[in-house]
């Protein structure tokens, strides 16, 4: 199911697809219908699509952070990793608080030398960086 996003800019409007993806299990699920907490569950990953994909409007610049965020998540070994700081993905500290604001980031680990930082669920923004590609082509971050 293909969703439409239209936004309000300066220059006029700005329409983004948003592709919701649907799972059916016949094999579990005879009747096709996605149990309560999996409901709860996608109706919260689209919201928080949703919620990822209108910042981008608002602030395109973020687009490449959160690129890096998710190429450096990935790259390292989940068990001994405590974040990215703001050096790795190519942003001022001041800058990131809007991403740590709308829910997008959260604070891993806080020393004195600086902040750690983790995405908040790296699959629904790795999900929202692809549908919402630029027209000029493919991203080079996912």
């Known amino acids: 199911?293909?969703?439409?996003?239209d936004t309000k800019q300066k220059g006029g409007t700005s329409r983004i697809d948003i592709q919701r993806e649907t799972t059916h299990d016949p094999?579990?699920?005879?009747?096709?219908?996605?149990s309560?907490?999996?409901?709860v569950l996608s109706q919260l990953e689209q919201q928080f699509a949703e919620r990822i994909a209108l910042?981008?409007?608002k602030y395109p610049?973020?687009?490449?952070?959160?690129?890096?965020?998710?190429v450096h998540?990935?790259?390292?070994?989940?068990?001994?990793y405590s974040g990215w700081r703001w050096h790795d993905v190519e942003i001022h500290p001041t800058k990131l608080i809007r991403l740590v604001a709308e829910g997008i980031v959260i604070v891993n680990f806080r020393t004195r030398q600086g902040a750690h930082y983790l995405l908040k669920?790296?699959?629904?923004v790795r999900k929202v960086l692809r549908v919402t590609q630029p027209r000029d082509g493919p991203s080079a971050y996912f």
Do not use: T
């Open 55 to 57: 910042f981008l409007v």
């Open 61 to 70: 610049e973020y687009r490449k952070v959160l690129g890096l965020a998710l």
């Open 121 to 124: 669920d790296a699959s629904v």
């Open 73 to 80: 998540e990935e790259s390292n070994d989940p068990r001994n």
């Open 36 to 39: 309560l907490q999996e409901q």
């Open 27 to 34: 094999a579990n699920r005879s009747s096709g219908v996605l």
């Open 1 to 5: 199911m293909v969703a439409h996003l």
